[in-house]
């Protein structure tokens, strides 16, 4: 079952409005930054073909971007770095990539859902919904936006540094990145605070 807008619709008809949906993505990858999305979808114009982001292709998650673009009230994008990554550790980062979000949307919402077990610090009260990007459109939503921008700030990261795959493991610890890893060693953008990089064979001199 595709992701539904009942538990908004529920919020909506109780004053509370708007509601955003936020996401995050990139907690796993042994490089690059935490990114999260807040949406504000309009309950006139849902947008068709929203999943989970990790439901779609590549291809398809664009297509759901440029949807949710062109008919969502507000969206938010903001990221936690790989620097706040090591300083904070990765739940705190990652809550606060979904603060900023919520906080760079250009209409405040008076209702957040969340993905996951945790609320960032926010204006407005909100519920944080375990497996939420595939029960809730607007954290769907929020989820194709997070990983899209997620997406195209590795590419960017990967014609910087080549040899590591980025432009498609996206900082995922694959074969190929881990073989890089013992080449060249980690790069500025590697969170030096996971356990394979804290490995004396993989973190090295690293490359400027």
């Given at each position: 079952?595709?992701?539904?807008?009942?538990?908004?619709?529920?919020?909506?008809?109780?004053g509370a409005r708007p509601v955003a949906g936020v996401d995050e993505v990139g907690r796993g990858p042994l490089a690059g930054p935490v990114?999260?999305?807040?949406?504000?979808?309009?309950?006139?114009?849902?947008?068709?073909?929203?999943?989970?982001?990790?439901?779609?292709?590549?291809?398809?998650?664009?297509?759901?971007?440029?949807?949710?673009?062109?008919?969502?009230?507000?969206?938010?994008?903001?990221?936690?770095?790989?620097e706040e990554i090591d300083r904070l550790n990765i739940r705190r980062?990652?809550?606060?990539?979904?603060?900023?979000?919520?906080?760079?949307?250009?209409?405040?919402?008076?209702?957040?859902?969340?993905?996951?077990?945790?609320?960032?610090?926010?204006?407005?009260?909100?519920?944080?919904?375990?497996?939420?990007?595939?029960?809730?459109?607007?954290?769907?939503?929020?989820?194709?936006?997070?990983?899209?921008?997620?997406?195209?700030?590795?590419?960017?990261?990967?014609?910087?540094?080549?040899?590591?795959?980025?432009?498609?493991?996206?900082?995922?610890?694959?074969?190929?990145?881990?073989?890089?890893?013992?080449?060249?060693?980690?790069?500025?953008?590697?969170?030096?605070?996971?356990?394979?990089?804290?490995?004396?064979?993989?973190?090295?001199?690293?490359?400027?």
């Amino acid at each position: 079952m595709p992701p539904h807008f009942l538990t908004e619709t529920r919020i909506l008809r109780d004053g509370a409005r708007p509601v955003a949906g936020v996401d995050e993505v990139g907690r796993g990858p042994l490089a690059g930054p935490v990114a999260a999305a807040a949406v504000i979808l309009d309950p006139r114009r849902l947008p068709e073909g929203i999943d989970d982001s990790k439901a779609l292709s590549a291809k398809a998650r664009e297509a759901a971007f440029e949807r949710i673009a062109a008919s969502a009230l507000a969206i938010g994008v903001a990221f936690a770095s790989v620097e706040e990554i090591d300083r904070l550790n990765i739940r705190r980062a990652t809550l606060l990539a979904m603060a900023r979000a919520v906080g760079a949307l250009h209409v405040a919402p008076n209702y957040v859902l969340v993905d996951g077990r945790d609320l960032p610090k926010l204006a407005c009260p909100g519920e944080a919904i375990v497996k939420g990007d595939a029960l809730s459109l607007s954290i769907a939503a929020a989820s194709i936006v997070a990983k899209v921008a997620r997406d195209r700030q590795m590419r960017r990261l990967a014609a910087l540094y080549p040899h590591y795959g980025f432009e498609t493991n996206a900082g995922y610890g694959t074969a190929e990145h881990l073989a890089a890893l013992r080449i060249h060693g980690p790069t500025p953008f590697h969170r030096m605070s996971f356990a394979p990089l804290r490995e004396p064979r993989l973190g090295g001199a690293g490359v400027s």
